[in-house]
């Protein structure tokens, strides 16, 4: 197995499931896979997740503290097959600030980021269309 | 349902799985917006109560490619295995402080010291109670340090910082959990300043712009239970925060002075030498 297979199933495996979280950790699942290409490019995931269940058309912001010198990727997952979910970084002044996105595909969301300022950003994750009443998603993020 | 989502919630919660609930903005139509209004934030973000703090790697990234600071200057080496206060909270604070110690241990490659690091982390998290947590990471610390594997060393690091994190969390001492965080914290900075401080630059002054994490720890330290506010040591640490919240720039893209930057150093260096017992 090659080093990026096992860091990215150890990083999996310290923030293993259990059984109560299957929902968030499927969603886990799928965050990670879009992580993978990434990983093998250089950055770290950091082994924490953030997660939850929202409704369709409804966000969450979640303030987040980047540094200029690092560039960032944010993973969002959902299992829900039917699920149209997104990410957007802004910096404090509420300009987007993500210079890359991950294509839009079932399952994912993805947004890069490479800081021109060193201080605090908000994520907006959403729930953009689903066939469920609320949606199942997390989120993990790398560096490097 | 409501009951599974309760238990997830409260699970992750403890999982130092940083709660999200935040705010809720307007949705975005297809289009992304170039620009949102932050500025109705501020009332909505009163059940913002969490922000993400950053791993310390994140910052000793950035550090490393700044140059090539001399890290051994830094390194405070202490041949003495830590002695472990009688305190609860002084040995949270004490934790992430020698937790921090090990990145730069690392960064300094000495490996003798991170060995060392890794022993003394074990023997303040049993202090905690929660030694179990830490032993395998322990072991691939000083594993990793003969190796001289420093990525892997910085990884354990940080695996250690939030497995004895959770596990404070998870034995309902939450305050506990922030003090290890805000020791970390300190110590950081005062690594950071010393080192931006000997060759100034401005981006390296940046990355002291930190005040939504300022201000979260001012919040958590406000909201320590009474038994722990009364430790003369967490009362020095809130007013240490508070003394340097304003030096660290209030608006995003504020340059931060060397001036501020030797201000901040000396705040810090005073609060680590009321964490680290002076036998240590």
Known sequence: ?144 | MAALWRSIADSMRTLLIATLAFASVPTFAAEVPQKIDVSSFPKQAKVIDDVVVPVPSEVFNVLDKLGRPNWEDVLRSDKNPVKVPADQAHIALLLGTVISEGFIAVEAENSQEVKKIGGDVQKLAKALGVEKQVVQHAKAIIAGADKKDWNGVRRELDNTLRDVKEAMTELSNDALSQLISIGGWVRGTEALTEVVGKTFSKDGAELLHQPILLDYFERKLSAMPAKLKRSELVTDVQKGVLEIRPLVGLEDGTQISDKSVREVNEVTKRLIKSIIPKSN
């Not at chain 1, 924490?48 to 969002?76: C, R, S």
């Not at chain 1, 959902?78 to 991950?102: C, M, R």
């Open chain 1, 1 to 144: 197995m090659n080093r990026f297979a096992t860091t990215l199933l150890a990083a999996f495996a310290l923030i293993a499931p259990s059984h109560a979280y299957s929902s968030i950790d499927d969603a886990l699942s799928f965050a990670l896979e879009a992580a993978a290409p990434h990983v093998k490019q250089g950055f770290t995931v950091r082994e924490d997740y953030w997660g939850g269940d929202l409704p369709v058309k409804t966000t969450k912001a979640i303030v987040h503290q980047l540094f200029k010198g690092n560039e960032y990727w944010f993973w969002m997952g959902t299992d829900e097959k039917g699920a149209k979910i997104s990410i957007h970084v802004y910096d404090s002044e509420g300009n987007l600030a993500e210079v890359e996105t991950l294509p839009s595909k079932p399952h994912f969301a993805g947004a890069r980021v490479v800081p021109k300022k060193t201080g605090s950003y908000y994520l907006i994750v959403e729930i953009e269309k689903s066939p469920q009443e609320r949606t199942t998603w997390a989120l993990a993020y790398g560096f490097r």
